[in-house]
């Protein structure tokens, strides 16, 4: 940040009073800017079908990690719960009608300043498609899913929960809300 976004006046890294971190403040109008964690909310589409479980994914049209596979996630905007955030994502990239359901994970990511949240959802038909986001969506059992072309390590990491906790429901448990934290950058070969 170079300019206080109240009064346009440089703004200066110091900590403020009453504060322990670093903080943008401006000088002239003592405004404090404050630099919080982004929130990425998407969903865990399961498709049903004679006993066998299928995840739709996206292959990413976009960078960071174009062409690479992950789950129906985005930035949340402003306005909207996490709900109703990780419902738009899965429109907005996968085309997919969806039953949302519980927040399933939740994935700490410090070194990038992100928050992930990921519900389990219901698809409710086949009429999915890729959005402008996508290269294409597909759905994949846990044998088929591509996980050497998974986007992101929140999305490995919130698919082996979800197969997991899935294996226990089928056994007569139940779904479990996870918090995890990530917390080694991907390398460029991730």
């Known amino acids: 940040m170079k300019f206080c976004s109240e009064c346009a006046t440089p703004v200066i890294v110091t900590i403020p009073p009453d504060d322990t971190r670093e903080r943008f403040v401006c000088p002239a109008?003592?405004?404090?800017?404050y630099?919080?964690?982004?929130?990425?909310v998407g969903s865990?589409?399961?498709?049903?079908?004679?006993?066998?479980t299928k995840i739709?994914?996206?292959?990413?049209?976009?960078?960071?990690r174009y062409g690479y596979w992950t789950l129906p996630a985005g930035f949340?905007?402003?306005?909207?719960?996490?709900?109703?955030?990780?419902?738009?994502?899965?429109?907005?990239?996968?085309?997919?009608?969806i039953q949302r359901h519980a927040l399933f994970a939740i994935l700490n990511v410090p070194h990038v300043h992100q928050v992930h949240l990921f519900y389990r959802a219901t698809l409710l038909n086949l009429n999915y498609a890729a959005g402008?986001?996508?290269?294409?969506?597909?759905?994949?059992?846990?044998?088929?899913?591509?996980?050497?072309?998974?986007?992101?390590?929140?999305?490995?990491?919130?698919?082996?929960?979800?197969?997991?906790?899935?294996?226990?429901?089928?056994?007569?448990?139940?779904?479990q809300v996870h918090e995890h934290d990530i917390t080694r950058p991907m390398r460029s070969s991730e």
Not at 29 to 33: Q, Y
Not at 44 to 52: A, F
């Open 44 to 52: 865990i589409p399961v498709w049903e079908e004679g006993g066998i």
């Open 76 to 97: 949340m905007e402003n306005k909207e719960t996490t709900g109703e955030a990780a419902s738009r994502e899965t429109d907005e990239e996968a085309g997919a009608d």
């Open 132 to 175: 402008t986001e996508s290269l294409e969506v597909k759905l994949f059992t846990e044998q088929e899913i591509p996980w050497e072309d998974i986007a992101f390590p929140t999305v490995s990491e919130t698919l082996r929960l979800f197969f997991a906790d899935h294996a226990r429901v089928k056994a007569g448990g139940s779904y």
């Open 29 to 33: 109008c003592h405004t404090v800017h």
């Open 56 to 64: 739709l994914l996206c292959r990413r049209a976009i960078e960071p």
């Open 35 to 40: 630099q919080n964690p982004k929130m990425v």
